[in-house]
Structures are given as structure tokens and as C-alpha cells.
């Protein structure tokens, strides 16, 4: 595989170009057209000449608020980018979304057996973008997909586009299929969190109202001073608001105002979601990134595609270089800022903002282990500002920690485990995955208590905790429900591994020394995940089943 990238000036430059790199004789061409110029008719006729003089290249194209090539950021330039593969096919199409649109006619004309990636470009002001990558994830859950939503400079028009036509409510796909094509897809946020967590409790769709019962505006006025509604939104883009989405912290940043001194996002919040303000934590990614840097490079790559928000161009202007030049260091880049970036691999399927996204494609499995990373030479922030950065980081880890976290044993609190629940039966249900859960009774706990006192009791609930915590998997969830009873998420556990667990757990409690109390025992209820399921009825099973242990003399388990 190789990677062309190049800005477009005329025809004659372009011709000199594809000469050039001799472009005309290669099989497999992949192109795509980035362009700052908001004008439908001159993106197709960009799209239209290329076509003309490489009529076997797959065109996609899209307006941007500003362009990547090859380690630099473009402004008012459209960006060409020209992968030529040797193994890899490519399949193309524009979808207008209206109501004659399904996402099962992407399956029917683009899929393959062997297709590794999806690139999607989709305009960036009307179509449901959130909705589009749910749909797609749903009949491609094992393809990587990378891309993002069109763009332009003040949220007017966009556009995408190939050689034929245009939409400014659609989306154009291009796949990439092959049993030698190596992918890696992965983002940067780097925002830091700051303050409390706070509970959307009006919302419809991107349009947000209130937080914890309070409009919005007076969130941002209230943490962040009366003068932040001098200039909205653009006041309050640099401190966009982070939301959990099950595996990954996706950030939500202002783009208009709306009705009843609401703000709309680029992207959905729903009600009962927690949020928290967050800022650029530039100083730590400019620390980290050395380190960054290294684990990337053990990665196959001989192109690299960035779709990065335009939000966060604008936040970090020259700073964002240091994200790109990791890119470049390795191998060529090109790509666009994007009114919210597509991402999914794994379990991850989310329309992102203010982060940069990167794909990585190779068709040859040799790593770039010798590759340097490429200084950008910008100055860092003053130290006073670096140190006030890490103050509030620290401040609000540990702010978060008190909140979700069991003061005695450290575990998770009850609260904490109630979200908890709620997003894995929302995983389980999208995934189709499995997991199980687990109630634990410590055996006439009230005796140690009554016998040995209040401090004593304390101390067995901890090494308790400890046991719980120790052996378990990291990916669960272990949390104390109230007094002597603690729950655990198990991930991805069906019946037979859970009773494997608890038979575990009984050994592990068994030779614990609970000293001066001679021995400690539990009762265990467990059940796990069915179609269906919300977080009371799961729960209603474990409870009657430790019920059951209890009752038939504990110091045993009952599946539910």
C-alpha cells in the first residue's frame, strides 16, 4: 500500500501530479476529497475531473472547516488524498437519507466477506449521524469504521459528494476489503474532567436544558463566571461537557443556541445521563506524548486517515500539531476537521467530538519501530498554568472518588453500582453479550459486631472488600450494596464461569484470617443476564436466591 497526498490548485498541477506517481496505472485507487470550499458544484467538478483522468479510482468526498496533508493544517484548501493498494478492494457509494434509505442496501452493495474498514463521510447539520453508526455497527458489527460529519466554517451548509452527485442530508461509504488488510483505529481526547458529576434532567436529543434541575446557561454561569455568556457558545466550547458512553468518555461541546436559553451539542444526551465540565489538559499530552508515541509506532501502518473536530482545531491551534506530527512520524497523513468524528472497533460505537480519530491501514505486518518522533517546537504553557492543571485534575480525582466510592472498604458505593448496572444491560442488550451477578451476605455479621465491637466489624468488612476485589477480573464490578451485603458485575460470565467465580471467592474467604473473629462465612445469590432484563428485575432474582441460601443455613450459594 501507498499514500499520495497533495493540495489542488488546477487541472495542470493535478496532471503533473498523477504523472508524477504514475497513478494512472494503478488498479486499486482509493481517493478522497477534502474541501474548504462550500460549494456543491466545484466538489463534484473536482471529483468529476479526477474521474475523467483515473477512471478506475473509488471517489468520496466531503466539505471541511480545514484540511491534513501530510503534517500540515490547511485552512481554505481542498485536500487530495490518493491510497493505492496492491491487495485490497474498494467499493463506493452515496446514500440520501430520506425515507427510501436503509442501511441493509449498504450490506447488499458494499459489503464483502472480507471487508476489514468503512470509511463514512455524512453531512454534519441534518442527518441523525448517532443513529447512522448504531444502525451500520448493528448488520457490520466486526468491520472497523472511521470517518466523520462534513463541515464548513460557521454551521451554514455542508456537503458530501463523489463524482456523480452531491446530498447535503446523506452520507458516502467507501469499503475496504481483504484478507491482508492490517487495520488500527484508535482516538485522543485528553479533556480533563473538572467539578461534580451532573444528571441531565431535560433534554431532547442535541438540545440540552437543565442539569440537576437548573437551565443550562446558569451551569455555565454558576462554574464558570457571569462574563461566559458575553460571547456564547463560542464561550463555552472549551469547556465541553464529558459523558460516559459505556466503554468510552465521549466529549459534547456547544455549537448554537436554541430555544428557551437551551443549547444544542453536536451530538445526543439522554435523560438520566451524568455529565461533567471539562478543559484542555494540553500540558499532560504534551508530557505523555513521547510515550504515546512509542506504543503507536509497534503498529503496522503504511497510511494514516485523521478525522479530527473542528471544535478542537479551534481550541488548541498550533498545539494540535503534536497530535498530528505522531501520524506523520510514521507514515503519511491526510485528513479533515469534522463537525463530530465516527468511531467503532470492539464494543465502542459512538459519534465523537472535540477528539481526534485516526484509522491506520497497512497491507504488510512489518511495524515502524524506527521511526523518530517529529518535534513540533511549539512552547509548552507556563509552569504556574501546568501545575493549576494537574492541581485541578488531582482535586477532581479525588472529588469523583468520594462520590462513586464506599468510604470503609473502598469499593464501589451503592449509587455507583446502580449506574453500573443500567449501562451493562444497555451493552447487553445492543451486543447481544452475556454477563452475571452476584449478592454476598456475610453470615451473622451482627454477632461480630455485637461480640467484638463496631471497630472489629469494621475491619473484617474490609478485608472482606479486599478478598471481593482481589479476585476478581479487572473488567468487573465489585461494590457494597449496604451493611454487610456487597454485589459484583461479572463481565462477560454465563452460568457455568459464574459459579466458578463464587466457588472461588468461598476458597479465597476461607483461608483469610479475620482475626480476633475465628472464621467468616458468606451466603451468595446469582443469576445472570436474560433478554429482557432491566436493573430491578435482575436483581429481584439474585436477592430471592441469596434469600434461598440463607434460609437452607448459609455458607452457600443458590443460582437464580
Keep these: 500500500m501507498r499514500s499520495y497526498n497533495t493540495t489542488y490548485t488546477d487541472e495542470k498541477e ?11 496505472k494503478e488498479e486499486n485507487l482509493f481517493v478522497q476529497i477534502f474541501s474548504s470550499v462550500i460549494d456543491a458544484n ?9 474521474k475523467e483522468k483515473l477512471p478506475q479510482a473509488e471517489i468520496i468526498g466531503t466539505t471541511t472547516s480545514g484540511g491534513i496533508c501530510s503534517g500540515k493544517m490547511y485552512g481554505n484548501t481542498t485536500i487530495l488524498s490518493f491510497s493505492v493498494f496492491t491487495h485490497t478492494s474498494i467499493k463506493s457509494k452515496l446514500y440520501q437519507i430520506n425515507n427510501n434509505f436503509s442501511v441493509e442496501n449498504i ?9 476489514k474498514a468503512m470509511i463514512i463521510f455524512s453531512d454534519g447539520l441534518k442527518s441523525d449521524a448517532e443513529l447512522l453508526i448504531k444502525e451500520i455497527c448493528a448488520i457490520a458489527p466486526e468491520i472497523v469504521i472511521a ?35 492490517l487495520v488500527h483505529s484508535d482516538y485522543i481526547l485528553k479533556w480533563t474532567p473538572i467539578g461534580k458529576e451532573m444528571i441531565v434532567t431535560k ?4 438540545i440540552l436544558y437543565e442539569l440537576d434541575g437548573i437551565p443550562i446557561l446558569e451551569i455555565y454561569k454558576k462554574y464558570l463566571g457571569d462574563d461566559i455568556v458575553k460571547n456564547l457558545p463560542s464561550s463555552c466550547i472549551p469547556f465541553p461537557l ?11 461541546a456547544p455549537i448554537t443556541l436554541a430555544k428557551e436559553n437551551a443549547f444544542m451539542y453536536a451530538g445526543k444526551f439522554e435523560l438520566g445521563e451524568k455529565v461533567r465540565l471539562s478543559f484542555a489538559n494540553i500540558e499532560e499530552w504534551t508530557v505523555n506524548q513521547h510515550e504515546y508515541f512509542e506504543e503507536i509506532k509497534s503498529k503496522a501502518a503504511e497510511a494514516a486517515y ?3 473536530c473542528a471544535a478542537r482545531k479551534a481550541l488548541l491551534g498550533d498545539k494540535l500539531m503534536d497530535e498530528i506530527n505522531i501520524l506523520e512520524s510514521l507514515v503519511p497523513t491526510t485528513g479533515f476537521f469534522t463537525f463530530g468524528e465516527y468511531f467503532y472497533q470492539g464494543e465502542i460505537a459512538e459519534l465523537l467530538n472535540v477528539t481526534t480519530t485516526f484509522i491506520l491501514l497497512s497491507e504488510s505486518d512489518k511495524p515502524q519501530k524506527d521511526k523518530k518522533l517529529i518535534e513540533t517546537g511549539i512552547e509548552d504553557f507556563d509552569p504556574i498554568k501546568k501545575a493549576l492543571s494537574n492541581l485541578v485534575k488531582v482535586a477532581t480525582q479525588e472529588l469523583e472518588h468520594l462520590s462513586t466510592h464506599d468510604s470503609l472498604t473502598s469499593l464501589y458505593n451503592r449509587r455507583e453500582y446502580l449506574q453500573r448496572i443500567k449501562q451493562k444491560i444497555k451493552s447487553a442488550q445492543r451486543y447481544t453479550t452475556e454477563f452475571g451477578l452476584i449478592i454476598i451476605d456475610i453470615d451473622f455479621f451482627k454477632l461480630v459486631n455485637d461480640n467484638y465491637g463496631h471497630d472489629v466489624g469494621d475491619e473484617v468488612l474490609r478485608r472482606f472488600a479486599k478478598v471481593l476485589r482481589d479476585n476478581v477480573r479487572e473488567d468487573d464490578i465489585v461494590a457494597r450494596w449496604g451493611g454487610e451485603e456487597f454485589v459484583i458485575i461479572a463481565d462477560h460470565t454465563g452460568k457455568e464461569d459464574l459459579i466458578h467465580l463464587v466457588e472461588n471467592l ?7 484470617s479475620f482475626s480476633p473473629v475465628p472464621k467468616i462465612t458468606a451466603s451468595f445469590g446469582l443469576t445472570t443476564y436474560k433478554d429482557g432484563d432491566n436493573s430491578e428485575e435482575i436483581f429481584k432474582r439474585i436477592d430471592n436466591a441469596l434469600y434461598v441460601a440463607k434460609n437452607n443455613g448459609r455458607d452457600q450459594y443458590v443460582l437464580g
Excluded: M, W
Aim: charged share 25%.
Design 14 to 24: 493535478l496532471d503533473n501530479f498523477i504523472y508524477k506517481h504514475k497513478l494512472e
Design 242 to 252: 464529558l459523558v460516559n458512553k459505556e466503554s468510552v468518555v465521549v466529549a459534547r
Design 203 to 206: 433534554v431532547d436529543g442535541p
Design 147 to 181: 470517518g466523520g460529519r462534513a463541515a464548513d466554517k460557521a454551521f451554514e451548509q455542508t456537503y458530501i459528494f463523489t463524482e456523480n452527485e452531491y446530498s447535503d442530508n446523506g452520507c458516502v461509504i467507501a469499503t475496504l476489503s481483504s484478507e491482508n488488510l
Design 42 to 50: 466545484y466538489c463534484v467538478d473536482v471529483a468529476k475531473s479526477i
Design 306 to 308: 485523521i478525522y479530527s
Design 506 to 512: 468461598q476458597r479465597k474467604i476461607a483461608k483469610v
Design 107 to 115: 450490506q447488499k452493495e458494499l459489503l464483502l466477506d472480507n471487508t
